[in-house]
């Protein structure tokens, strides 16, 4: 797709946002949206320049407070697609390895059935759902980057001042660092629109995942492997959601190990 317009970024100050005006800085008009300039569960606001593509970055993410809000998580991930529909151009939506309910033991491709555990995948399901066969819909999971809260940031601030962590051991997926998502986004635009599973390359647990992140960083802070059940958070998870393509072309990303370094070179870490 030629950007020559360019291109309107939701979220835009969100982890995966950030990323993406990034990226598409380098070739073409970014036109960045917080929250305070759009609040997606409000129509668009007049006056916005036209755009190729609209790469709708911002949702409710909070997969644990969806559970008491459930009405509030669905204004912004459902309502918000809606109001990003009416732009009328074509929209990229993010989607989520949750939508899945980890019952399989191997990776789940673009047709699988999804059967969402949490309030929070029900609502992206159903973001899907409105965007329609019209959007790229493109599911990732576990992801990092250099802005806002994420698992990375929170270990690497638990690493150094705890001797021990406890982290769940019984999920498995993969973590995709935002920078690499972003060069694969720009990659699909050129592709046909429709689901893509686009997510770092590998798997691990949570647990794994943490000692990876406190090796890399050199913290001296031992992974104590705990279960989810012990943890016992509000919103369900799989115990599974590892992402593949089964589509042509599709865009594959470097392996998670990468990612973390790659994520922690960009944290100064
Ligand atoms: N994080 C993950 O592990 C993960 C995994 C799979 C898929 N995804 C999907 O990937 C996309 C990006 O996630 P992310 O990790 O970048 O999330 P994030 O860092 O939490 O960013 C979400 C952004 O959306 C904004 N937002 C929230 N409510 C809004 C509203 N009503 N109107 C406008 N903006 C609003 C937030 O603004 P404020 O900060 O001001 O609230 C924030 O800038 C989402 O669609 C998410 O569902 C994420």
Excluded at 61 to 87: C, F, I, K, R
Excluded at 224 to 251: C, F, G, I, M, W
């Amino acid at each position: 797709m030629e950007l020559s317009r360019g291109v309107l970024v939701t979220g835009a100050d969100g982890q995966l946002g950030s990323a993406l005006c990034e990226e598409f800085q380098a070739e073409t008009r970014v036109v960045p949206l917080t929250r305070a300039e759009w609040d997606v569960t409000l129509p668009p606001p007049t006056g916005l320049p036209e755009v190729d593509v609209v790469l709708h970055a911002a949702a409710w993410t909070d997969v644990d407070g969806a559970e008491a809000s459930p009405q509030d998580a669905a204004a912004v991930n459902v309502g918000g697609t809606q109001h990003v529909l009416e732009l009328g151009v074509p929209v990229v939506l993010f989607s989520t390895d949750y939508v899945f309910d980890g019952r399989k033991r191997e990776p789940y491709v673009e047709s699988d059935a999804p059967n969402p555990l949490s309030v929070y995948g029900r609502t992206k399901l159903q973001a899907e759902a409105v965007a329609g066969d019209d959007a790229w819909i493109v599911r990732t999971s576990w992801l990092h980057g250099w802005t806002g809260t994420n698992f990375v940031r929170t270990m690497l601030e638990l690493g150094a001042e705890r001797d021990e962590v406890a982290v769940v051991d019984d999920q498995r997926g993969s973590p995709t660092y935002v920078g690499h998502l972003a060069a694969a986004v720009r990659e699909l635009l050129d592709l046909p629109r429709g689901r893509w599973h686009v997510a770092g390359g590998g798997d691990c647990t949570w647990a794994d995942f943490a000692e990876a992140i406190f090796e890399t960083a050199g913290l001296d802070c031992r992974v104590k492997r705990t279960t989810a059940a012990e943890l016992d958070r509000p919103a369900q998870r799989p115990a599974y959601s590892v992402l593949r393509s089964e589509r042509n072309l599709a865009p594959t990303l470097p392996h998670w190990r990468e990612g973390l370094r790659d994520c922690l070179e960009r944290l100064g870490s």
